[in-house]
């Protein structure tokens, strides 16, 4: 199963920008597809943007459409989610996640992820 450790987050007033950062412990080529959830306090965990490893397809929430940007750079074994134009809804824990075994278009639903990052909190101040 590949570790997954993210880092970059932080606070950051509304309008900013932040970057997450999430490495694997092995190559991110082994997965299909990797993702970034976010769960707010007494909220779900949801979908926020989804990247198909092999053809670089992009899928994202509608709320974080044309802020937010997923991307992987597979030679780091890194996956990245630019933030920009936050918003006070974007507050929550952030967490990394990937699988191996569904492909393209992939899926938003946590439960179709089996490994996952410990998370990093993001705090959007108005």
């Known amino acids: 199963q590949v570790q997954l450790v993210e880092s970059g987050g932080g606070s950051v007033q509304a309008g900013g920008s932040l970057r997450l950062s999430c490495v694997g412990s092995r190559g991110i080529s082994y997965s299909s597809c990797m993702a970034w959830f976010r769960q707010a306090p007494g909220k779900e965990r949801e979908g926020v943007a989804a990247?198909?490893?092999?053809?670089?397809?992009?899928y994202y929430t509608d709320s974080v459409k044309g802020r937010f940007t997923i991307s992987r750079d597979s030679a780091k074994n890194t996956l990245y989610l630019q933030m920009n134009s936050v918003k006070p809804e974007d507050t929550a824990m952030y967490y990394c996640a990937a699988q191996s075994y569904v492909g393209s278009p992939c899926p938003m639903s946590p439960l179709r992820y089996n490994a996952w990052g410990q998370g990093t909190q993001v705090t959007v101040s108005s």
């Open positions: 990247i198909y490893i092999g053809g670089g397809s992009t």
